[in-house]
Nanobody, 123 residues
Framework: QLQLVESGGELVQAGGSLRLSCAAS????????MAWFRQAPGKEREFVAR???????HYADSQKGRFTISRDNAKNTLYLQMNSLKPEDTAVYYC?????????????????WGQGTQVTVSS
């Protein structure tokens, strides 16, 4: 089983930056496509960004230009650099992994999940 553990979430002021990390263990990290999702209170979990095993990236439209997803296979770690944060970015952020080859933003296509890390952006 692949285990995922997120960290880096905290309270930050609007306009600030955060870098989230997701440490993977249990299986070879470099064979998985990885993604970040987030879930705000009372809302569905939504796709944020995805990076393939070959470093192809995709972003949700609302994050383009502000968020950057990256991975360090030597460290078995996924990252999400978040800049120009807004109060509407407040959510629990989850990392996820899949071996499915097609790109999907559907939660059901991502088979491994971390426990989440809370990001709160104050206005």
């Amino acid at each position: 089983q692949l285990q995922l553990v997120e960290s880096g979430g905290e309270l930050v002021q609007a306009g600030g930056s955060l870098r989230l990390s997701c440490a993977a263990s249990g299986r070879p990290f470099n064979v998985y496509h990885m993604a970040w999702f987030r879930q705000a209170p009372g809302k569905e979990r939504e796709f944020v960004a995805r990076i393939s095993r070959n470093n192809d990236v995709h972003y949700a439209d609302s994050q383009k230009g502000r968020f950057t997803i990256s991975r360090d296979n030597a460290k078995n770690t996924l990252y999400l650099q978040m800049n120009s944060l807004k109060p509407e970015d407040t959510a629990v952020y989850y990392c996820a992994a899949t071996m499915l080859e097609f790109f999907s933003t559907s939660r059901s296509d991502w088979h491994y999940w971390g426990q989440g890390t809370q990001v709160t952006v104050s206005s």
